[in-house]
Each structure stands twice: as structure tokens, then as C-alpha cells.
């Protein structure tokens, strides 16, 4: 397996291709823990992380608000106490694309450095 979240994401326009069907097959296996979910039409990953304490799951938020800010490309996140749900899809095309995918991979890495 390649280090998935060391890929570069790649500018997303309204006429890019969501990923095809075997990609979000290969690429899944990267990110394992993150659901696929069809929400309002569109395939979106999605994955809950349970922290200890509010100012925990804050601190993935911001995490999260950073990652999202560098690649100009932003979730839905859900800030509770002890918990922060977050789901990463392409506004644009309406789906899943390669860079949500990087982004899962990123937002795992982040929790990971928290631990």
C-alpha cells in the first residue's frame, strides 16, 4: 500500500471525474475505518473520533480546519464533547474524488499524532 495521505491532491473543478468505482475500491483499503455514505445523492466518506474531553475533540477540529484550509477543500465536521464527526466528499462534482480519500488518510494521521 502507498502512503496515502503523502499523495498530492489535485485541483477539483466541476468537470473533473469522481473516482470510478474500482479506484474507490483500491483506495478504501487505505483508509478502512471511513465509511462510504450516500448522502442527498452523493458518496461521501465519513468516520467518527471519540476523544477524551471537549477540548480534545477541539483540537481535532482545528486539526482538521487546517488540513482543510491548506487544500482549499472543506468538510462537514461535528464538534460534540468527546467526539468529532467528520465527512469529506467533492462539493463540486458531487462525490467521492481521489483527494477526499487524501484527506481521510490526513485527518486519521492527525488524531494518530494526538494519541
Not at 49 to 65: D, P, Q, R, S
Not at 96 to 114: C, E, G, V, Y
Request: hydrophobic fraction near 35%; include cysteine; glycine fraction near 4%.
Amino acid at each position: 500500500m502507498s502512503d496515502l495521505k503523502a499523495h498530492s491532491c489535485e485541483a477539483c473543478s466541476p468537470n473533473a471525474s469522481k473516482a470510478t468505482e474500482e479506484e474507490k475500491q483500491q483506495l478504501h483499503k487505505e483508509v478502512p475505518d471511513w465509511e462510504i455514505l450516500e448522502i442527498d445523492g452523493e458518496e461521501q466518506l465519513h468516520k467518527v473520533y471519540k476523544l477524551k474531553n471537549f477540548v480534545k475533540a477541539l483540537e481535532l477540529t482545528n486539526k482538521i480546519g487546517e488540513l482543510a484550509e491548506e487544500e482549499d477543500h472543506h468538510p462537514v465536521v461535528v464538534l460534540e464533547y468527546g467526539k468529532v464527526a467528520v465527512s469529506w466528499w467533492s462539493h463540486e462534482i458531487g462525490g467521492l474524488h481521489k483527494n477526499d480519500f487524501i484527506l481521510a488518510a490526513r485527518t486519521d494521521a492527525a488524531f494518530n499524532d494526538m494519541q
